[in-house]
């Protein structure tokens, strides 16, 4: 087991028996339910060996996703947008233009069948991320994602982790506030905290294009997974 720190070594190794884990981005909006139906059928194809792991980076169209965890009394605003039950673990959190989601799918049976672990890679992954735009990322303790410290006390989110595991291969993944129209936030109580507020790259004064933004978290994860290559097929 590697530490997730100290960047000595992948914290998810791939065996020898693994390929380069695909990376795919979408040139276009992708619809939740159709971002549901791909990865469930990529997840099916990756625990009987058929298929390589895959990183799908996409946008959505605005909407709310419930994972298994949400409280109906946190869904604000049920008209103004989509609302989508998901099998992904969390509460109720938004999607939209301007956020970067990445949907990844791994074999953690032949990498390391640590749940825990891999919520903190995800974490890890996405504070080195935002470190490369000068952005100091943290965890809290007894909460899932990725926040920022505000200068007079408190914290915003900046990025929210749900993930969803069958057979020991991952689905959903991280969604990374880049430069969303945050207001949007405001029909949801995202992920259940109450008393918190949200923040963006852009927020923070940080005017980074989708493809920095995309480029770091692909070298960010190989640091910490292993190699990518481009993947030249539908998901």
């Known amino acids: 087991m590697y530490d997730v720190i100290d960047g000595s070594a992948p914290a998810f190794a791939p065996t020898a028996a693994l390929a380069p884990v695909e990376w795919r981005t979408a040139a276009a909006p992708v619809g939740y339910p159709e971002a549901v139906a791909a990865m469930e059928a990529r997840v099916a194809a ?5 298929a390589d792991e895959l990183v ?3 946008e959505h169209p605005p909407l709310y996703t419930g994972g298994t ?3 109906p009394g946190d869904l604000v ?5 989509p609302v989508y039950p998901t099998g992904r673990g969390g509460q109720y959190t938004y999607h939209g233009p301007g956020q970067r989601v990445a949907y990844v799918m791994v074999d953690l049976g032949r990498r390391s069948a640590d749940l825990r672990r891999y919520v903190q890679t995800l974490e890890e992954w996405v504070i080195r991320t935002l470190a490369a735009f000068g952005i100091a990322g943290e965890r809290r303790d007894g909460l899932v994602g990725v926040w920022v410290p505000l ?4 914290y915003d989110k900046i990025a929210a982790i749900g993930i969803r595991v069958r057979r020991w291969v991952t689905f959903h993944g991280i969604a990374v506030n880049v430069d969303p129209d945050l207001e949007h936030f405001s029909g949801i109580v995202p992920c259940g905290v109450r008393g918190a507020g949200v923040t963006s790259l852009r927020a923070l004064g940080v005017a980074a294009t989708m493809t920095e933004i995309d480029a770091a978290l692909r070298r960010e994860f190989e640091a910490l997974f292993g190699p990518t290559v481009s993947a030249a097929s539908e998901p």
């Open 69 to 71: 965890s949400a409280d």
């Open 56 to 58: 799908w980076l996409v």
């Open 77 to 81: 605003a049920p008209d103004r947008f």
């Open 151 to 154: 200068p007079g006390g408190g």
């Open 46 to 50: 990756i625990a009987t060996r058929t």
